[in-house]
């Protein structure tokens, strides 16, 4: 009976082995690194920066550097805004009264306001271009001259290949102009704007573009 008794026990060991085995090597084993970090996002990084940010091959540190830039400037910025979009309803007001006088003053502040705008964006934008290469500062005056073509013949509704196209003459179209500032990219938006107007549309777009309202928008140098 003694017998039986620990041959029972013996097995009941010998069970539970396993067990206490797995528990040991689950509790031995060192705990999983955590993730690395990933790069810091801002608020401020987002819409055609992340476009722009692809296409310029921006490392995860000018990512971060230039984001930060993004957010102190869009927190100088704010505010003026906010004033701009108030004295909107005023102008509206003022023109319903009839008010000339008020008109005038509240235009007058609209332009200090907007100069003051100019003004941060111009403190920012040589902080900004530093961050980056000389080869990825050419792309970015390149790609806001390319924006604005985009725009501007937005109603035309430009095939991929007259994208292609346009990208691929734009180089030689612009050689004798510097695009590193903001006459300079101007310069090469008339330049591109007039080739493709007069060799690059197809009579069906023209006649869209006649028909569409077409805008210029401000430089992108300037865009959030």
């Not at 869009?74 to 003026?80: A, F, G």
């Not at 005038?104 to 900004?128: F, G, H, S, T």
Request: no cysteine.
């Amino acid at each position: 009976m003694k017998r039986v008794i620990s041959l029972a026990i013996v097995a009941a060991t010998l069970s539970l082995a396993p067990a206490v085995l797995t528990a040991k090597t689950a509790t031995s084993e060192p705990a999983s690194k955590p993730a690395s970090k990933p790069a810091r996002t801002h608020k401020a990084f987002e819409g055609f920066w992340v476009q722009l940010a692809e296409e310029l091959k921006l490392s995860d540190d000018q990512k971060d550097k230039i984001g930060s830039l993004l957010e102190a400037r869009r927190s100088e910025i704010e505010p003026i805004r906010e004033k701009v979009d108030a004295n909107v309803q005023k102008l509206k007001d003022a023109r319903a009264k009839s008010d000339k006088d008020e008109v005038a003053k509240i235009r007058a502040e609209q332009a200090v306001l907007r100069q003051q705008e100019v003004q941060i964006r111009e403190k920012y934008e040589p902080q900004i271009f530093a961050i980056m290469t000389p080869e990825q500062k050419a792309g970015y005056d390149r790609h806001f001259v390319l924006m604005r073509i985009w725009k501007e013949f937005s109603a035309a509704d430009l095939t991929s290949e007259q994208q292609a196209k346009i990208k691929a003459e734009f180089p030689a179209k612009t050689q004798s102009v510097d695009v590193s500032n903001k006459a300079g990219r101007d310069q090469a938006f008339e330049k591109v704007s007039a080739w493709v107007r007069s060799d690059v549309l197809t009579p069906k777009q023209k006649d869209a573009l006649k028909a569409g309202a077409t805008s210029k928008p401000a430089d992108g140098a300037n865009a959030d």
